[in-house]
């Protein structure tokens, strides 16, 4: 059977561990068990067996998950998943056939649009517009919505570009979809990552008929866990749980077992404090970094460790990266790679001094040119 290549991913996976400076990593620096296990907890992890563990993920954990939304949602309304990137397979896997048609949201993480598109799904990319504030025209999503649309798929916080869908655009989509009777599927990975306000509204219980997917990998700082989720109806999570079989079967129980701790309220809002504190100072090194140079214009992000930067001069975005990352040993990802020509993403999430030295080789190739 053949998949599209997913050039972002395979970009990374090629490249990340050979550069000296990845600046396409879109999370945040790494916290250590250390950092989010008490000693107790640390001479428990020690002791623990080894078992498979709960297929659906163990009720403490499912239970946590629920908590950040909504606590009268029922444990059999979430499904653990190995990553975030794992629910967004299920969900497509499960919920479309060939011949189906979606409506997707770009500038993207592409793995949905590649992935639909090698099963004979048909793809609508309808573009967030930068002069909207990277948001998408109402108007224009009505326009392309149609009797053959099973799902409307989108990205909030938005990677690439950092942006949080406002409320009004929300309330759209959700009337939208549910004139349609489609599905709305919405990766919610950045929530939590949020630069200057409380986390942004989610698309959870929006219609009988939403999906939610996330994950520990990017606002909490733990990709090394490999813990994601989708939240969605009853009937759903049976369905994904169900073909859940055919993938990993269950995630580590080990990363359960931590994830359970550290998603406790007291200690999430610790987490996700961290972020904001070290994106917000991160960020603001990026932005001063860039103001004497002109052949870039970064637009800032509102959410997540990702900046999205319009090449001012004429070089495609993937000559850009394989330029930089060829000669400079700094991986970056292009614009193309998310479904918009003429831009790179920057990600900012590394340590400040790592951030700083990459951006440093960044600018050498910039004024060179």
């Not at 950040?68 to 794992?86: H, P, R």
């Not at 149609?146 to 909030?156: A, E, L, W």
């Not at 990363?255 to 359970?260: E, G, L, R, T």
Request: contains cysteine.
């Amino acid at each position: 059977m053949y998949f599209e290549e997913f050039k972002l991913e395979r970009n990374q996976s090629l490249y990340e561990n050979k550069v000296d400076y990845n600046l396409s990593e879109s999370g945040v620096h790494p916290l250590s068990l250390s950092e989010i296990l008490n000693n107790d907890e640390q001479n428990q992890i020690l002791n623990k067996e080894l078992f498979y563990g709960y297929t659906n993920g163990t009720p403490e954990l499912r239970r946590r998950v629920l908590d950040i939304y909504d606590k009268n949602l029922s444990l059999d309304n979430v499904l653990i998943t190995t990553g975030s990137a794992e629910a967004n397979f299920l969900s497509i896997m499960t919920q479309l056939d060939r011949g189906d048609e979606i409506v997707y949201m770009i500038p993207n993480y592409l793995q949905i649009y590649h992935l639909a598109r090698s099963l004979g799904i048909s793809v609508k990319a309808l573009p967030i517009r930068q002069g909207l504030g990277w948001q998408w025209d109402p108007d224009e999503l009505k326009s392309i919505v149609t009797s053959r649309t099973k799902m409307i798929v989108v990205c909030n916080p938005n990677n690439p570009t950092g942006a949080i869908m406002e409320v009004e655009i929300m309330n759209a989509v959700i009337e939208i979809a549910q004139d349609s009777n489609c599905w709305i599927l919405s990766d919610e990975v950045y929530r939590g990552s949020e630069l200057n306000s409380n986390e942004c509204k989610s698309f959870i219980g929006a219609t009988d008929k939403t999906i939610v997917n996330a994950g520990l990998s990017k606002a909490y700082s733990l990709p090394g866990l490999r813990i994601g989720w989708t939240i969605g109806s009853k009937e759903y999570i049976k369905k994904v749980w169900s073909f859940h079989d055919f993938t990993v079967i269950n995630v580590s129980y080990l990363s359960d077992w931590i994830a359970s701790r550290i998603l406790k309220q007291e200690r999430r809002e610790k987490i996700l404090k961290r972020t904001k504190k070290h994106l917000n100072h991160n960020l603001k090194i990026l932005l001063d970094w860039s103001e004497d140079i002109p052949s870039l214009t970064i637009s800032k992000p509102a959410a997540a460790a990702i900046a999205f930067s319009k090449l001012n001069f004429n070089m495609s975005s993937e000559e850009f990266v394989f330029t930089l990352r060829d000669k400079y040993s700094v991986l970056l990802t292009a614009g193309k790679w998310h479904g918009l020509e003429g831009y790179i993403r920057f990600g900012y999430g590394g340590s400040t001094d790592y951030v700083k030295a990459a951006l440093s080789r960044v600018k050498t190739f910039l004024l060179e040119k």
